[in-house]
């Protein structure tokens, strides 16, 4: 297991972890000043932030700072109550990849989505088998333009309380149920990205991190659980202030031969987005190094 | 499977469903008789209601009311951080057993804990696998006690939003396994509480209720999961109002010969609680026969 006690030279954050600086929007390019500002090498944008800058200009800035991508946020949200719904997020997919090429990201994130509607308020129906299979068949049909592209697709099961949704994947087991099905070959264009947040409950875990392999884990996202939650959503905790083990899953993952960024994702309204965003950074940076 | 379409025969109310009418606390026998003034033949109650108005005069009061029992809740929470924890914890779910037998109970529910201190904000520690090992041994234990008197346990795997505070067997599998490791002849003394909130979720779900069989499916709870879910706690839907496929889930637990009640639990600081009681029931009433 690698040493992050000296240096940070294996963090990426998340861009939603400072989405936000003091309550404020914080823009994307601003963002990728501050980050390489801290000496911290690598990122993973999300795509409403880079739309917002402009593809080209946030490319142009990432290769001019010297950032890496740890992936790219996201694919997904696959399932649709007719044709035309499908084709839109097979056509959206389509761009993420491209966007993700662009980028330089080695990894295009998936959050596969739910009951249609539901992320809305209303979902559509309440068949979450028939979401299910819209999923698998929407990442056969991304995968074979993704390989075209020679962008890999990381299945990022979500945690259960997202199951209605957000991501009607929720274990690791099930992601690698898909990822064996449609790539039996174990050919590095489908994967997973294990988020501590979503799958450090479940009993499986280390047993799929192994089944996972090298050759399947794709992204390593870490923040904290923390107790109380007070929101299903924007309440995740900064690395060390909950109950996820996080230097015991990273040796799990790190046994198998992963030796990517450890990525920071977290969403918080109420505690990290309050504050400024050169303290929430320095914070990611002594947590890697103390905790994860 | 059966047809609730014409009356509520197979109705329980789990009490905490209406433990506060209008806001208010309600004593449980004025929940016991509003359930009998309704006709509702069963009830599930929890022992902090019981002990509040007494457990003799709560089981005089069932008696002479004629409701039957869905269950009694809850034993459990066996994790401790040292042996007088751990010898407090089985004193109490022995005592746990002995109302539960006071009562009638067909069985006792056991939400079986998980990190020490999580619940009041402050995990002992974030050894998930220890605490699962406590809470085998903990069953383990009690079972021997509660075969003796003749009460059978039903280890209620809980959603994985709770395997932090209350319960960290977070699947059915895994309740399963444990069932399978402690009673493998299958005797009827340990099953399982299937909750569609806890369990609606997994891929694995149907598998899972035929593996576990009639011997095994000592309850069946039912809610509804809302979205969006505004607390992770004590924002439960009424039937209905959700996205669960409840139809589908009692079927495949029926297919496997359970022929008991269907025990509405429902925790809503918000909505139902707010409501009067007697409205409550009514539209539980309601909700059983049109979409559980």
Same mark, same amino acid.
């Given at each position: 297991?690698?040493?992050?006690?000296?240096?940070?030279?294996?963090?990426?954050?998340?861009?939603?972890?400072?989405?936000?600086? +003091?309550? +404020?929007?914080?823009?994307?390019?601003?963002?990728?000043?501050?980050?390489?500002?801290?000496?911290?090498?690598? !990122?993973?944008?999300? %795509?409403?932030?880079?739309?917002?800058?402009?593809?080209?200009?946030?490319?142009?800035?990432?290769?001019?700072?010297?950032?890496?991508?740890?992936?790219?946020?996201?694919?997904?949200?696959?399932?649709?109550?007719?044709?035309?719904?499908?084709?839109?997020?097979?056509?959206?997919?389509?761009?993420?990849?491209?966007?993700?090429?662009?980028?330089?990201?080695?990894?295009?994130?998936?959050?596969?989505?739910?009951?249609?509607?539901?992320?809305?308020?209303?979902?559509?129906?309440?068949? !979450?088998?028939?979401?299910?299979? +819209?999923?698998?068949?929407? !990442?056969?049909?991304?995968?074979?333009?993704?390989?075209?592209?020679?962008?890999?697709?990381?299945?990022?099961?979500?945690?259960?309380?997202?199951?209605?949704?957000?991501?009607?994947?929720?274990?690791?087991?099930?992601?690698?149920?898909?990822?064996?099905?449609?790539?039996?070959? %174990?050919?590095?264009?489908?994967?997973?990205?294990?988020?501590?947040?979503?799958?450090?409950?479940?009993?499986?875990?280390?047993?799929?991190?192994?089944?996972?392999?090298?050759?399947?884990?794709?992204?390593?996202?870490?923040?904290?659980?923390?107790?109380?939650?007070?929101?299903?959503?924007?309440?995740?905790?900064?690395?060390?202030?909950?109950?996820?083990?996080?230097?015991?899953?990273?040796?799990?993952?790190?046994?198998?031969?992963?030796?990517?960024?450890?990525?920071?994702?977290?969403?918080?309204?109420?505690?990290?987005? +309050?504050?400024?965003?050169?303290?929430?950074?320095?914070?990611?940076?002594?947590?890697?190094?103390?905790?994860?």
């Amino acid at each position: 297991m690698r040493d992050f006690s000296t240096d940070h030279r294996w963090l990426s954050i998340n861009t939603a972890t400072v989405r936000k600086s +003091q309550g +404020q929007d914080l823009p994307l390019p601003q963002i990728l000043d501050a980050v390489a500002r801290h000496g911290i090498p690598a !990122i993973s944008p999300w %795509r409403d932030q880079v739309a917002a800058a402009g593809l080209k200009a946030v490319s142009a800035q990432v290769k001019a700072l010297g950032l890496k991508l740890s992936g790219y946020c996201r694919g997904g949200m696959f399932p649709a109550v007719d044709p035309a719904g499908l084709a839109a997020a097979r056509d959206d997919n389509r761009r993420a990849v491209d966007e993700a090429c662009e980028l330089g990201a080695p990894c295009l994130v998936l959050v596969v989505g739910a009951l249609p509607g539901a992320l809305a308020g209303k979902a559509a129906h309440k068949d !979450i088998a028939r979401s299910r299979q +819209q999923v698998s068949e929407g !990442i056969a049909e991304l995968l074979h333009y993704a390989k075209g592209q020679g962008m890999p697709l990381a299945i990022e099961p979500l945690h259960p309380m997202y199951a209605a949704d957000r991501a009607c994947i929720n274990t690791l087991e099930q992601a690698l149920d898909v990822c064996d099905t449609l790539d039996p070959g %174990r050919s590095g264009a489908l994967g997973v990205a294990v988020d501590v947040y979503h799958v450090w409950w479940d009993p499986k875990l280390q047993a799929q991190i192994e089944r996972a392999g090298r050759e399947r884990l794709l992204a390593f996202h870490v923040c904290d659980w923390l107790t109380p939650t007070t929101d299903l959503l924007n309440d995740r905790g900064m690395m060390g202030d909950g109950v996820i083990d996080i230097p015991r899953i990273r040796g799990w993952v790190e046994d198998q031969g992963f030796g990517g960024f450890s990525e920071v994702e977290i969403f918080s309204t109420g505690h990290w987005w +309050q504050r400024g965003h050169d303290e929430v950074l320095q914070t990611c940076i002594a947590r890697h190094r103390s905790v994860v």
